[in-house]
């Protein structure tokens, strides 16, 4: 009987696992992704947005961390779509975050005179000046901040197009049923087990978002992650009503390169629920519409819920204690899709030389 045996078994089809694979692929190392859904992309990875934003002021780490991703983005999408054929619809159109009193006028243009004097990118706006950008929008808002770099993508596009330049490149994937066990021999993994079945590997990395802490366990390690449920509408509108993301009123608008808008989204603490439910979805629409009024005459097009991976320390980025050879890489919270692409070289980098090109010392599992 053949054994099964990768160099790296990846837990989670995801982004965050497929750009794993993929920068492990390119560096002719060949991974096993295992997910318990039907195919990639099928949980957090479908359900957001999608948007590319890092409006912190401050060079902390988990902040240059998501600039440094947000500057990988550009190349991928040329590379994804002349590898694959996909294209992620990665948009650069930029972001407004508006405000309608005066405290939310304070905190924001704080923020964007702090990014300016530290050299990022920030425009304070006028009530005329927001109005002649986007003429759609509501006139309860008295002004706004432009954050001109801040863009999109389709995450399940994106995770497809991963998953297929990886495959193209040697990697394998396995969908349906779940991780079960973690085998070791010692203070080292060797391998997992899916359906009663051993596959063996040098190196296990869970990437399994908010299930992540789940996996852990297998290996007697408790990893704090817990879901966190984001319900999401998608109406449409064609001619577009607007071409900025936009932020105000408690949701965000995502113009779509299809015509679709989509209004998000709730954070809600509700365990391993990820129903859809009247009071969520009527909360979105409310201030959607206030946002935006004219889309209250657009039609419904789809509701829907994600789990996103919550960790107060996260993301966690490294190997696990006692456990030398298993590597976290989950914990991404609301920026999953935007932390991918950093995710999946610092990651690969650890795997294959040892030597990531960013520290994950602030990110590391175990820290105080």
Known sequence: MSVSHADVIIIGGGVIGCAVAYNLAKSQVKPLVIDKA???????????????????????PYAE?????????????????????????????????????????????????????????AEVLTAAQVLELEPAISKEVIGGVRFP??????????????????????AQFLFGNPVTAILRKAERA????VNGVAHYGDTIVIAAGCWSGKMAT????????EPVRGQMVLTESMPPLFR???????????????????????????????????????GLIESGTTLMPALAEKPI??????LRPYSKGGPYLGKLPGCENVIAASG????????????????????????PSMSLEPFRLGKT
């Open 38 to 60: 039907g195919g990639v992309g099928r949980e957090a990875s479908r359900a957001g947005a999608g948007i590319l934003a890092s409006h912190a002021s401050t060079r902390e």
């Open 65 to 121: 961390l998501c600039r440094a991703s947000l500057a990988l983005y550009p190349p991928l999408a040329e590379e994804l779509i002349a590898e694959t054929q996909i294209d992620i619809e990665f948009i650069q159109s930029g972001s407004i975050a508006v405000f309608s009193t005066d405290a939310e006028k304070n905190g924001l243009i704080s923020l964007a005179e702090r990014r300016v004097e530290r050299g990022f990118s």
């Open 149 to 170: 770099h801040d863009a999109q993508v389709r995450g399940a596009k994106l995770a497809k197009a991963l998953a297929k330049g990886a495959a193209q490149l040697g």
């Open 190 to 193: 060797v391998g997992v087990e």
């Open 218 to 225: 297998l290996v007697d390690y408790s990893l704090p992650i």
């Open 244 to 282: 900025h993301i936009i932020d105000g009123f408690g949701v965000y608008l995502v113009p779509r390169s299809d015509g679709k808008v989509l209004i998000g989204a709730t954070v809600e603490f509700v365990g391993f629920d990820n129903r859809t439910t009247l009071g969520g979805i009527h």
């Open 301 to 306: 097009v789809q509701a829907w819920s994600g």
């Open 332 to 355: 991404h919270y609301k920026n999953g899709i935007l932390l991918s692409p950093i995710t999946g070289k610092l990651i690969g980098e650890l795997i294959t030389t040892g030597r």
